[in-house]
């Protein structure tokens, strides 16, 4: 490795994915012995530990930094705030996701709520279409709680039998799904249907059918003898209080559905605003990968330095490139950086962000498309004779406030070297679409390996074509071995996919909850329609009454569509007052430029859903204009 021989001393176990994306670990070399550098107490190392029973989070923080305030005290050269951040592994590593699976596990329940309203009014409607049944048992000798037992077996058997189709299309449909996770989820790869799976598929699946039975079954085990087996017709059958069980159940189901479009609406919303974000670049046509020169094979600075000027200018004069460069950090490819600046004549202000740095090679701006609003770009003699930064926008807006910033003189962090503002450049987002623009400098990278403390190996290549940049990659990657056959190349990519893998995370969420939704619209509209299907064909004989004493048909569709719109109303507003709950409870921190309470997403979510029980409530009220009396006054 880097050109020294290693020898393999341990195999982690295939499950070991404490640090996602390592495959192989060397040991940290710690020598007391040795002379600290000027910037020792700048470090990007993270400890992870086991804390003893009896230890919590708190107690480990104030316990580190004590240590840390011993290490200050016995380097009081160092001045300055060191505190150490502890927190548990575990929201290190999925911590990021909680907020997506919370909302994902949200929706899957609403959806799973509103299929059993469903199922519970198919069963209230088939309990009461059986009372008869239910009757004549009772007449025969057959006990309440027997009874009630039977109805539930056949709920829980129509539940598991469900549950079981739901397993063979979800192990169908297994590995499509898992195509659109995207890479950033972490442990994503150990997602399989696994005996935990099944087991917690079982377990919704008998409670989903023992709890959404027991009302019809209850219902059913409070038969009247003398009403169902002395009835002569339909009506005396049809009890009120289930009515309004059913009416109930409309309401809730159009409010789980109106929560569950309301999600999906904001988190498109938010996706729609997020990738028209102007990142501050240009994004198409250009090429990217990462070089990583070791020091075994380049000990020297100019040694580093001729090879990426090199591989830069052979990469130029290829066909189809228009300009090509080399940064310490591509954009929103990796995360630059910050240090500590000091502006000549200035105090330091602590309340400024610490800019980010980056050094370059070649035209780097060019290739990336970073315009030059003031001064110069880089030129060769800034390396040696006058150490020059070109500086962003809102570096020259925080640090120089009403001055004009070319010609100022800063002092990097522990540098010795004064550094004068050459040219200022635009901001991008480099940290994402979702993180402000932050102060930065770049560097020429020669001047860094010259006369600075930084020694940047690994440096990435932006290559701006003319054409496809995919066309470019294999010729790129030769530019490469020419120099040196030995290097490998790392993360070669367009821009393109590399602003689809930032927001690939929001569309996997938008995709599901997208999902989620149009489902629940479509059991919540074929509820809406059962319920008053049901509720006409209770209602037949008096549909025939009205129609025979001279009511229009126009008059019963108004009175069928009235009262059903009048449940869907209000499973709206019920829907509305839950989606300010929710979208503020789950889906407040995976928003983009949107509020959990957006009013045109909600308004627009409260038409559709009134729309839609609109649709499904005309077509039985059409049926029940075209009753006709004679034969619904002969219905017993």
Request: with cysteine; glycine share 10%; charged share 15%.
């Given at each position: 490795?880097?050109?020294?021989?290693?020898?393999?001393?341990?195999?982690?176990?295939?499950?070991?994915?404490?640090?996602?994306?390592?495959?192989?670990?060397?040991?940290?070399?710690?020598?007391?012995?040795?002379?600290?550098?000027?910037?020792?107490?700048?470090?990007?190392?993270?400890?992870?530990?086991?804390?003893?029973?009896?230890?919590?989070?708190?107690?480990?923080?104030?316990?580190?930094?004590?240590?840390?305030?011993?290490?200050?005290?016995?380097?009081?050269?160092?001045?300055?705030?060191?505190?150490?951040?502890?927190?548990?592994?575990?929201?290190?590593?999925?911590?990021?996701m909680r907020p997506t699976l919370m909302a994902l596990l949200g929706a899957v329940g609403l959806l799973l709520l509103i299929a059993c309203t469903n199922v519970a009014n198919l069963l209230m409607a088939r309990a009461e279409s059986r009372q008869r049944e239910v009757a004549l048992r009772f007449a025969l000798g057959a006990g309440r709680g027997r009874?009630?037992?039977?109805?539930?077996?056949?709920?829980?058997?129509?539940?598991?039998?469900?549950?079981?189709?739901?397993?063979?299309?979800?192990?169908?449909?297994?590995?499509?799904?898992?195509?659109?996770?995207?890479?950033?989820?972490?442990?994503?790869?150990?997602?399989?249907?696994?005996?935990?799976?099944?087991?917690?598929?079982?377990?919704?699946?008998?409670?989903?059918?023992?709890?959404?039975?027991?009302?019809?079954?209850?219902?059913?085990?409070?038969?009247?003898?003398?009403?169902?087996?002395?009835?002569?017709?339909?009506?005396?059958?049809?009890?009120?209080?289930?009515?309004?069980?059913?009416?109930?159940?409309?309401?809730?189901?159009?409010?789980?559905?109106?929560?569950?479009?309301?999600?999906?609406?904001?988190?498109?919303?938010?996706?729609?605003?997020?990738?028209?974000?102007?990142?501050?670049?240009?994004?198409?046509?250009?090429?990217?990968?990462?070089?990583?020169?070791?020091?075994?094979?380049?000990?020297?600075?100019?040694?580093?330095?001729?090879?990426?000027?090199?591989?830069?200018?052979?990469?130029?004069?290829?066909?189809?490139?228009?300009?090509?460069?080399?940064?310490?950090?591509?954009?929103?490819?990796?995360?630059?950086?910050?240090?500590?600046?000091?502006?000549?004549?200035?105090?330091?202000?602590?309340?400024?962000?610490?800019?980010?740095?980056?050094?370059?090679?070649?035209?780097?701006?060019?290739?990336?498309?970073?315009?030059?609003?003031?001064?110069?770009?880089?030129?060769?003699?800034?390396?040696?004779?006058?150490?020059?930064?070109?500086?962003?926008?809102?570096?020259?807006?925080?640090?120089?406030?009403?001055?004009?910033?070319?010609?100022?003189?800063?002092?990097?962090?522990?540098?010795?070297?004064?550094?004068?503002?050459?040219?200022?450049?635009?901001?991008?987002?480099?940290?994402?679409?979702?993180?402000?623009?932050?102060?930065?400098?770049?560097?020429?990278?020669?001047?860094?390996?010259?006369?600075?403390?930084?020694?940047?190996?690994?440096?990435?290549?932006?290559?701006?074509?003319?054409?496809?940049?995919?066309?470019?990659?294999?010729?790129?990657?030769?530019?490469?071995?020419?120099?040196?056959?030995?290097?490998?190349?790392?993360?070669?990519?367009?821009?393109?996919?590399?602003?689809?893998?930032?927001?690939?995370?929001?569309?996997?969420?938008?995709?599901?909850?997208?999902?989620?939704?149009?489902?629940?619209?479509?059991?919540?509209?074929?509820?809406?329609?059962?319920?008053?299907?049901?509720?006409?064909?209770?209602?037949?004989?008096?549909?025939?009454?009205?129609?025979?004493?001279?009511?229009?048909?126009?008059?019963?569709?108004?009175?069928?569509?009235?009262?059903?719109?009048?449940?869907?109303?209000?499973?709206?507003?019920?829907?509305?007052?839950?989606?300010?709950?929710?979208?503020?409870?789950?889906?407040?921190?995976?928003?983009?430029?949107?509020?959990?309470?957006?009013?045109?997403?909600?308004?627009?979510?409260?038409?559709?859903?009134?729309?839609?029980?609109?649709?499904?409530?005309?077509?039985?009220?059409?049926?029940?204009?075209?009753?006709?009396?004679?034969?619904?006054?002969?219905?017993?």
């Amino acid at each position: 490795m880097d050109g020294a021989k290693r020898t393999i001393v341990g195999i982690m176990p295939a499950g070991f994915d404490y640090f996602p994306g390592t495959d192989v670990w060397l040991p940290l070399a710690l020598d007391p012995a040795s002379t600290p550098p000027p910037n020792f107490l700048s470090h990007s190392s993270s400890i992870t530990g086991k804390l003893r029973p009896e230890t919590g989070i708190e107690q480990a923080t104030k316990r580190i930094d004590a240590v840390i305030a011993g290490v200050l005290a016995d380097h009081p050269e160092h001045d300055g705030t060191h505190v150490a951040r502890v927190q548990p592994l575990r929201d290190v590593m999925v911590g990021s996701m909680r907020p997506t699976l919370m909302a994902l596990l949200g929706a899957v329940g609403l959806l799973l709520l509103i299929a059993c309203t469903n199922v519970a009014n198919l069963l209230m409607a088939r309990a009461e279409s059986r009372q008869r049944e239910v009757a004549l048992r009772f007449a025969l000798g057959a006990g309440r709680g027997r009874v009630v037992r039977q109805l539930l077996v056949e709920s829980t058997l129509f539940a598991l039998l469900g549950g079981a189709f739901g397993l063979i299309v979800t192990s169908v449909t297994f590995d499509g799904l898992m195509a659109l996770v995207p890479g950033s989820m972490p442990r994503s790869a150990e997602i399989q249907l696994d005996g935990n799976v099944l087991v917690f598929a079982l377990a919704i699946t008998l409670a989903t059918g023992l709890l959404f039975g027991l009302v019809p079954a209850l219902g059913a085990g409070r038969t009247s003898l003398a009403r169902s087996l002395g009835g002569s017709d339909r009506g005396s059958t049809h009890s009120a209080a289930a009515g309004r069980y059913r009416g109930g159940l409309a309401v809730a189901e159009v409010a789980l559905v109106f929560v569950l479009m309301s999600g999906a609406g904001l988190m498109a919303r938010s996706f729609w605003r997020l990738t028209r974000v102007d990142l501050g670049i240009e994004t198409q046509r250009w090429l990217t990968f990462n070089v990583f020169v070791p020091a075994a094979r380049y000990p020297a600075n100019d040694d580093v330095t001729g090879f990426f000027e090199r591989l830069v200018g052979d990469v130029a004069a290829l066909p189809g490139v228009e300009s090509a460069g080399a940064v310490s950090w591509l954009p929103l490819i990796r995360f630059p950086s910050n240090w500590g600046v000091q502006v000549e004549g200035r105090e330091p202000d602590p309340d400024l962000p610490g800019p980010d740095y980056a050094n370059v090679v070649g035209d780097y701006f060019e290739a990336v498309g970073l315009p030059l609003l003031r001064g110069r770009r880089f030129l060769p003699e800034d390396a040696v004779a006058a150490p020059a930064v070109i500086v962003t926008e809102t570096m020259a807006r925080l640090y120089w406030p009403d001055e004009e910033v070319l010609g100022k003189r800063l002092l990097m962090n522990t540098d010795t070297t004064w550094r004068t503002v050459v040219g200022v450049v635009g901001d991008h987002l480099n940290r994402g679409p979702g993180v402000p623009p932050r102060p930065g400098i770049y560097l020429p990278h020669i001047e860094v390996q010259t006369g600075g403390p930084w020694l940047d190996r690994d440096l990435g290549i932006a290559i701006r074509t003319s054409g496809d940049p995919l066309a470019l990659a294999a010729a790129a990657r030769q530019r490469v071995w020419t120099i040196d056959p030995d290097l490998p190349i790392n993360g070669l990519q367009t821009m393109e996919t590399a602003v689809a893998g930032i927001v690939s995370q929001p569309r996997f969420t938008l995709l599901l909850l997208a999902a989620f939704a149009a489902v629940g619209l479509l059991l919540g509209t074929v509820g809406v329609y059962g319920v008053v299907a049901y509720s006409v064909a209770q209602r037949t004989r008096e549909f025939g009454i009205r129609l025979a004493l001279g009511a229009a048909r126009g008059e019963v569709l108004r009175l069928v569509v009235r009262s059903s719109m009048a449940r869907v109303g209000a499973g709206v507003v019920l829907g509305l007052l839950l989606a300010f709950w929710a979208a503020r409870a789950l889906m407040a921190t995976l928003l983009f430029e949107v509020t959990p309470h957006d009013p045109a997403t909600l308004v627009a979510v409260g038409l559709l859903v009134l729309t839609v029980g609109l649709i499904a409530s005309c077509m039985p009220a059409y049926r029940a204009t075209r009753v006709d009396p004679i034969t619904a006054l002969r219905l017993e």
